[in-house]
């Protein structure tokens, strides 16, 4: 995830991560319970507590629309 955007979904993590869309989903649930992701309006997001480690961009990964978008 290092250098990649804070806000994504099952298909942007797919992209990242080389999985199938079914499989990032999975993995991504499994962070969730850790608490690495948390589940905002149907996207996973990285706390702020992770973002200054990772390098992290604030904003929505291609893919993700915005509410604006929406």
């Given amino acids: 995830m290092e250098g990649q955007k804070t ?3 099952a ?3 797919a992209a990242v991560w080389g999985v199938p869309e079914a499989e990032a989903a999975r993995l991504a ?7 690495f992701f948390e589940p905002r ?3 996973y997001w990285v706390p702020f507590v992770y973002r200054p480690a990772l390098e992290l961009v ?3 990964a291609e893919g993700v629309a915005t509410a604006d978008e929406e």
């Avoid at 649930?29 to 608490?35: D, N, Q, S, Y």
Wanted: net charge negative.
């Fill in 7 to 9: 806000r994504h979904n």
């Fill in 58 to 60: 604030q904003g929505s």
């Fill in 41 to 43: 309006f149907g996207d």
């Fill in 29 to 35: 649930e499994e962070l969730v319970v850790i608490g």
């Fill in 11 to 13: 298909a942007s993590l």
